[in-house]
């Protein structure tokens, strides 16, 4: 992600034709791990975040295989998601 925004700050002729470049960093997985996915899901719409990025949001978590680790003991993957 960040060789990404350098190559477009490093760009004279992207930075020309435009007056502001934005970019926003989010540790999704964090985000996903804490919060209910279908709540974010909702606050993505109401922020209007367009519907091709809250779906390659939520194809990051789907059919995700994950395990829980206690006291330093790691479970067997399992899946979880749609």
């Known amino acids: 992600m960040v060789f990404a925004l350098a190559l477009v700050l490093q760009n004279q002729e992207i930075l020309e034709r435009t007056k502001?470049?934005?970019a926003c960093f989010v540790d999704l997985e964090k985000t996903y791990d804490r919060v209910?996915?279908?709540?974010?899901?909702g606050h993505l719409r109401e922020?209007?975040?367009?519907?091709?990025q809250r779906l390659s949001v939520k194809s990051l978590y789907s059919c995700s295989e994950v395990?829980?680790?206690v006291g330093g003991v790691k479970s067997q993957l399992f899946t979880v998601g749609d």
């Open 67 to 69: 395990c829980i680790r």
């Open 36 to 41: 209910p996915r279908e709540k974010l899901s």
């Open 20 to 22: 502001y470049v934005y």
């Open 47 to 52: 922020w209007s975040v367009d519907g091709r």
